[in-house]
């Protein structure tokens, strides 16, 4: 995995006047936003706060009507964003078998068969499903199957890994799993930008905190500190337990 | 009704005996439908992909000519295929009329649209699905085509079994381009036709239950592999 703040001085992710509007209403208003650092970052918000279209503008998947994202201050051009991946809030898995979605993407990065073969019961071993790598990935559980979608964004060897709300359906036991993965990538090195709207989560996982509200960033800034201390009433509402409406 | 019962008794004689004509008319209509699936499969698969997922002007037009000519009428695709086939039709000098080609031919004209209108809707469907995570791992529309119609698979069996369905059970076209003509273009749905009309219901009964058992066991089959994929997961949500 690439490390960005060796390669370079820019910012690992970069946001410059980014702005979405549909129908005459703003729905994304971003001017200034760089996230560096180790992570992961969490993007917290409530509902319709503008988090998941943040990600979805960070990875490239959705072209904003004004502004900039860069990744290492390079612009997202397909080279870049074959550097990224992102897990989805329903984890979408091809009609094919579990190592057959794993082998999909270790096949586009033009590995051989039998390197394809060791990383695939490497990935399969990382997230605890080298008993089902037959099994179709369509019959997982809900936890698997997410557990899955994360292994197969890790395969394509991203240096930036986005998480749309990639628990929100699951339960405390599954939950507990995806979050030590999300961890463990972390350590090694690999860079997690992660949206969620469950407090308790942020508290688990975050090194750095973006908030959001009404599709704009209402603070940013360390989660120790923004937990201990939030600068903005609102916030501190949120965190407390209140409803951010 | 007694002469009826004989008809089927000499029917089911000439299936079990294993009767030469007979069988050399099924092996034939299964050789012309089977060959006409296969290059309408060819050509309907890629346009119903492409129309699914592929976005240009002219696009939603396309796709109502297509679903439009879903029900083209046979006998008129017989006639046009005639025309273009006639020895003074531009491909006359291919002299291919009344040859299982010529049939071949205007099965494929009849089953493409059919292919290809079934294709796009079950890519369609499954590139909505797709579309986001596709386009995260980097997966561009073209490239998108051979993945979706790879997990589309079980639908598209049942659109390739359409297609067979139209193909094999087809009288008007066959008949204006192959002219009916005794072990040389005689298919199944043709001598049914042709005996019925001369008295001979024997081998008219024969055929249609041969017809009739080909097309319930390649239904069934297809539903077989369809619940064994449901289960499997490789269906659609």
């Given amino acids: 995995m690439r490390d960005f703040s060796v390669m370079t001085d820019h910012p690992i992710l970069s946001v410059r006047g980014l702005s979405i509007a549909r129908d005459g209403k703003a729905l994304l208003g971003v001017d ?34 004004r502004g900039t994202v860069t990744q290492g201050g ?24 579990v ?10 990065r033009g590995l051989s068969r039998a390197a394809r073969k060791t990383e695939c019961e490497g990935l399969l071993a990382q997230g605890g499903l080298e008993d089902k790598a037959r099994q179709s990935a369509r019959s997982l559980s809900g936890g698997e199957a997410q557990r899955l979608a994360i292994l197969r964004a890790l395969a394509c060897k991203p240096s930036v890994l986005f998480l749309d709300e990639p628990t929100s359906a699951l339960d405390p036991q599954a939950t507990q799993e995806i979050e030590q993965m999300v961890l463990r990538a972390s350590d090694q090195g690999l860079r997690v930008v992660m949206v969620t709207h469950d407090i308790g989560q942020a508290r688990r996982l975050a090194r750095d905190v973006v908030m959001m509200h ?9 989660a120790a500190q923004m937990f201990a201390a939030p600068e903005n009433g609102m916030i501190r509402r949120f965190l407390s337990g209140g409803l951010m409406v | ?34 060959w ?52 003074s039709g531009p491909f006359g000098v291919l002299q291919l009329l009344y040859t299982p080609t010529a049939m071949i031919i205007a099965q494929v004209v009849l089953v493409t649209p059919i292919i290809a209108a079934l294709t796009r809707q079950v890519v369609e469907t499954l590139a909505v699905e797709y579309d986001e995570q596709l386009r995260s791992l980097g997966v561009s529309r073209l490239s998108s085509v051979p993945v979706l119609l790879w997990d ?11 297609g067979f369905g139209r193909a094999i059970a087809e009288v008007g076209a066959v008949i204006i381009v192959g002219g009916n003509i005794n072990h040389v273009t005689r298919v199944m749905t043709t001598t049914i036709a042709l005996e019925t009309s001369k008295g001979n219901l024997a081998l008219a009964l024969a055929l249609g239950a041969v017809l009739i058992a080909l097309a319930v066991s390649v239904t069934g089959a297809v539903s077989v592999l369809s619940l064994r994929g449901e289960r499997q997961g490789l269906g659609h949500a």
């Fill in chain 2, 1 to 34: 009704m007694q002469d009826f019962t004989q008809e089927f008794t000499i029917a089911l004689g000439l299936i079990f005996t294993g009767d030469p004509e007979l069988w050399a008319i099924v092996l034939l209509s299964l050789k012309v439908s089977v």
């Fill in chain 2, 152 to 162: 589309g698979r079980m639908a598209l069996m049942t659109a390739l079994l359409a």
């Fill in chain 1, 214 to 222: 009404g599709g704009r960033v209402v603070e940013q800034g360390l």
């Fill in chain 2, 36 to 87: 006409a699936v296969f290059i309408a499969a060819l050509i309907g698969m890629p346009l119903g992909a492409g129309l699914a997922v592929g976005r240009f002007p002219g696009r939603r037009a396309l796709i109502v000519l297509i679903n439009a000519l879903m029900g083209l009428p046979p006998v008129v695709v017989g006639l046009l295929v005639y025309l273009m086939l006639s020895r």
């Fill in chain 1, 74 to 97: 390079q612009t997202l051009t397909d080279q870049v964003r074959a550097g990224q991946a992102m897990v989805f809030q329903r984890p979408v898995l091809l009609r094919r078998s």
């Fill in chain 1, 32 to 65: 200034h936003l760089d996230l560096d650092g180790p992570g992961p970052t969490i993007i917290l918000g409530p509902n319709g706060a503008g988090k998941s279209l943040l990600l979805r503008c960070l990875h490239g998947l959705i072209t904003p009507d």
């Fill in chain 1, 99 to 108: 190592a057959g979605n794993l082998d999909f993407v270790l096949r586009r």
